[in-house]
């Protein structure tokens, strides 16, 4: 089948699709309030006193919401990777971080809402001790955990005596900067309560049911269910439909900062306090300090060998920035323990609580960051010991999966590799340091080795066929243009035999069944499998209803055998009925079946992950110290690609992001006030069309049904990881130099 292309392409390219903000009415009749958020100005301390006379003296404005009227709420325990748990809004009058919601207008235009907002005054108590803004060692803490229950400290063998005894050591400490996702849609809610005290609304979110239990719980609607047994087992209580729903129109980019938000808890709030529709759209400033990111890390790497460049021991020690206020440590480590066949390893976490908001998960979480280090460590290595990098990674090429010591259920990064490397012309390069010219300029070429983990999530889906032999396919999970929508849908057409014209896909609200997070890469396999799964079950229906059918070709045939094919049913021996003929003859209107993967997330006993190669090739002015990335070539193996388009584009994005975390990704915080400095688009740079290469990216197929039947990997983030070490390591190729520190500016390179 060919490859469709993005479904809702038509609509978006048109303007038709709709994100949150672009609603112009609530989710429950009524007029819609607008709202406009006040945050601090200072990032400790106290609030002594707010005035909110002038703001409410404003035509429109109908209050003022602030610690002293807000609702109370009840503590929120949800997915690691927001502030909500450790921190809630307008509950008190203490202060965790430069630009916390500390009022919240409401009015009847978002105008006159932000008019008001201007004219609050607060008054701050100053605070005893000056915040804390600074990455530091000395005031960090050692967690035992890290992500969504990773271990903080993970080792193989003896590493510190292996270390000591090697022939060959390197050590090195490599730094990376905060960054934003900054999604193109801002955070946004539309939030109703119901006259039976429900609460729905319209949201911007990558987890829909993720975001409804934690609201349940702030308004302690009676929930009972621990959250993390919900994810783990993908089933939430029925009582949640009652309580609160989600609707999730198109979300405008995610990245792992769109879930387990504030705003919209305030506004919800402010639905409550009102008792009116209230729409709250964040300015793109806010979303810096009312929206995650990446926080800062420091990395120590340690590696240690033979002259021959193969690695005895691997250690990596991450310090990571994070909040007073978060519940979340970006899991640094979490991939270096599969990376290289070095027998000993250690890799642990340190983290510093700073008076910021709260950092979150960011595309490619900890990998990216953490590939940064271990890759440009390896090329330092490989240069230290005379070898060329590419072989450096080969010697240490790990065969079966080191920390486990299982089989791979597959692994084609020798392919990836090979593939890239030709692409880029590799071998024909001068592998010498700054020997190679063009024009004015020193050519270089670097490389590094690429990773991400296989993450299945539990999911469920309901799949619906029709007696006019169409059917559709409900899950509530997100379309936040990754391209989901149009994947799933060729794989709810595939499990149901059916062409995908056939087929509709419904997503995106929490009456649907229970969707897992769309993050992590996750969703094409965690999904699809929900969708396989649920197929599986309404052919057994269907199937039961052929076989004890004496009017039906399939009469007597045993159920489990039959296969869903050319929309209808298929036995072993070729006799088939169509689904339309089976439903029509028992007068059904629709067959319908539910089910879940809560069966499927415990692990195999292979070795999962999907592995890349990056390579790059850099042009520097040796006058100017300016950087060209000139070509970077990405080879992937992820298992299935069931959309080559869509993959394509994914791939594309993730390394767009790569050379951004190269480049020019780094929010600043003042250091006085714990203000970010540069807190929008012109000054928060991402790469745009002008700063991107040509961008050649290779596909490898892969078999990989060892790890799951559909053989799907799941890939997007992965292209991430990889490039910044591939830039830097190019930077050194062409001049000698070693820049250490993410992202590589100007101010690095102008020592030549
Ligand atoms: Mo992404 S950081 O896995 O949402």
């Known amino acids: 089948m060919k490859a469709p292309h993005r479904l809702e392409a038509y609509d978006k390219v048109t303007g038709k699709a709709c994100y949150t903000a672009d609603l112009a009415h609530g989710p429950v009749d009524g007029p819609l309030a607008h709202t406009a958020v006040v945050q601090s100005t200072q990032a400790t301390g106290r609030i002594e006193a707010i005035d909110t006379a002038a703001a409410l003296a404003l035509e429109g404005v109908h209050c003022v919401m602030t610690h002293l009227d807000a609702p109370r709420l009840k503590p929120v325990h949800t997915l690691p990777g927001g502030e909500l748990t450790r921190f809630q809004p307008l509950q008190d ?375 006019d032999g169409t059917a559709v396919a409900s899950s509530s999970t997100h379309e936040i243009g990754q391209g989901s929508a149009t994947a799933l849908s060729q794989l709810a057409a595939e499990a149901l035999g059916l062409p995908l014209g056939s087929v509709t896909l419904e997503w995106g609200d929490t009456r649907l069944p229970y969707s897992s997070l769309t993050a992590s890469s996750s969703t094409t396999l965690s999904l699809g499998a929900a969708l396989h799964a649920a197929a599986d079950a309404l052919r057994l229906k269907l199937g039961t209803l052929a076989s004890t059918d004496p009017a039906s070709p399939l009469h007597m045939t045993n159920p489990a055998e039959l296969k869903l094919q050319e929309s209808g049913l298929v036995s072993q021996t070729g006799r088939q009925e169509s689904f339309v003929s089976l439903l029509t003859r028992h007068q059904l209107d629709y067959l319908e079946a539910e089910a879940g993967t809560a069966d499927q997330i415990n692990p195999p006993e292979v070795g999962r992950a999907a592995f890349g190669a990056q390579f790059v090739k850099v042009l520097v002015d040796p006058q100017l110290g300016t950087l060209r990335v000139e070509r970077l070539v990405g080879a992937f193996g992820c298992g299935r690609i069931v959309n080559p388009t869509l993959a394509h584009s994914q791939l594309l994005g993730g390394m767009v992001w790569g050379l951004g975390q190269a480049l020019m990704e780094e929010t600043r915080l003042d250091r006085h006030n714990g203000r970010w400095m540069n807190a929008d688009l012109s000054e928060a740079l991402i790469p745009t069309q002008a700063d991107v290469p040509d961008l050649d990216i290779i596909m490898i197929e892969e078999d990989d049904r060892r790890g799951h039947p559909l053989g799907i990997k799941g890939l997007g983030e992965i292209a991430v990881v990889g490039v910044a070490a591939a830039v830097a390591n190019a930077i050194f190729h062409a001049t000698g130099q070693r820049i250490r520190t993410l992202p590589l500016t100007l101010d690095k390179r102008l020592i030549l």
């Open 93 to 467: 009058s203490r202060l965790h971080y430069n630009g916390q919601p500390v009022a919240l207008v409401i009015a009847d235009t978002a105008e006159q809402a932000q008019r008001a907002a201007a004219c609050v005054t607060i008054r701050y108590a100053a605070p005893e001790q000056p915040p804390l803004l600074v990455l530091d060692e000395q005031k960090a803490e050692r967690p035992q955990m890290v992500g969504v229950g990773e271990p903080g400290t993970t080792e193989r063998g003896d590493p510190d005596t292996a270390f000591a005894m090697a022939e060959q050591t390197f050590e090195q400490v490599y730094e990376t900067a905060s960054h934003h996702h900054n999604a193109l849609e801002p955070g946004a809610a539309i939030a109703a309560w119901d006259s039976h005290g429900r609460l729905t609304l319209y949201l911007g979110t990558q987890y829909s049911y993720g975001d409804a239990y934690g609201l349940a719980q702030a308004f302690d609607m009676g929930l009972q269910k621990d959250f993390m047994e919900v994810m783990k087992t993908g089933s939430p209580e029925e009582a949640l439909r009652d309580k609160v729903r989600i609707i999730v129109p198109f979300v405008g980019g995610a990245f792992g900062g769109k879930k387990g938000n504030v705003h919209p808890l305030l506004a919800a709030m402010a639905a409550k306090r009102t008792g009116r529709p209230v729409k709250l759209a964040l300015t793109r400033r806010q979303t810096f300090s009312m929206m995650p990111y990446r926080g800062a890390t420091r990395q120590r790497v340690r590696l240690g060998g033979g002259k021959d460049g193969r690695l005895q021991v691997l250690m990596q020690d991450a310090l990571i920035q994070n909040s007073t206020t978060s519940n979340f440590i970006e899991p640094v480590g979490e991939m270096t323990p599969k990376l290289y066949a070095s027998k000993h390893l250690r890799t642990q976490h340190k983290t510093a609580r700073l008076d910021v908001n709260a950092p979150s998960w960011m595309r490619a979480p900890g990998v990216a960051v953490s590939q940064f280090a271990i890759e440009s460590a390896m090329d330092e290595w490989a240069y230290q010991q005379g070898i060329d990098p590419l072989e450096a990674r080969l010697r240490n090429y790990a065969d079966q999966e080191p920390q486990s010591g299982h089989e791979w259920s597959s692994k084609s990064l020798k392919d990836c590799y090979q593939a890239a490397a030709e692409r880029i012309g590799w071998q024909s390069r001068d592998p010498r340091l700054g020997a190679q010219q063009e024009g004015r300029f020193k050519v270089g070429y670097g490389m590094a080795t690429s990773i991400y983990h296989v993450a299945q999530m539990a999911a469920c889906a309901r799949m619906r066929i029709r007696a």
